[in-house]
Every structure is written in C-alpha cells, then in structure tokens.
C-alpha cells in the first residue's frame, strides 16, 4: 500500500503529493483515535458492569444505617444473590466467560459478607 502511494507521489507535483501525504496521516490518527474511543467506551461499560449490582443496595444500606433498624429487609434475599454469585464464579471454571462478569460476581460475594 505505502509503495503504491510513493509510485503516484513521483508522476506528480510535490503539492499534491504533500496532500496524499495529509490525507494518508489523517485517515491514520482518525483510525487511532477511533480504536482509543472504542477502547475507552469498553473499558467503562466494563467497570459499569462490575459495579452496577452493588449500587442498587446502597440506598437499602444508607437506610438501615440511618433508622438502625433492618425492618423490611429479608436476608432470604442475600442467600439467593450469594448462592448465584457463587455458583457465577464456579461456572467460569469450566466455561470462561467475560472476566467484567467474573469480577462482578467476586465483588457482590464480598458485599454480602
């Protein structure tokens, strides 16, 4: 591909071989900066992903704080989410799925502490 360019470059003036040259480095840095954004964008739906089922819980845990009273709150509710995070993380062992998820399911084992 670089060697085509060079072969146009020389049938023509040096003017439009430094434009072929900025449109080659343009298309070049948007390239990178869309595999950047993708990157970024992966990255942060990851660490949504992690942390997105222990926000839910905080209100309820500000709440039983503030009232120091758990009225309401059924711990039947935290053996099922344990036992399926559980159960999340030894799943992976035999069929690998996507590491956000493995997180996710160490870090709601260790919020139900």
Not at 4 to 24: D, Q, T
Not at 48 to 53: F, K, L, Y
Request: hydrophobic content about 50%; overall charge positive.
């Amino acid at each position: 591909q670089t060697q085509i360019f060079f072969v146009v470059c020389r049938h023509y003036h040096s003017s439009v071989c430094l434009s072929f040259i900025e449109i080659y480095l343009f298309s070049k840095m948007r390239d990178d900066l869309f595999s950047l954004f993708v990157r970024l964008a992966s990255w942060t739906a990851s660490g949504a992903m992690v942390v997105g089922g222990i926000v839910p819980f905080i209100p309820q845990y500000r709440d039983i704080l503030r009232t120091n009273s758990s009225e309401g709150f059924s711990l039947y509710v935290c053996l099922v989410l344990l036992l399926a995070n559980i159960l999340r993380i030894f799943f992976w062992f035999g069929k690998h799925y996507e590491l956000p998820l493995l997180a996710q399911s160490m870090l709601g084992c260790l919020q139900l502490r």
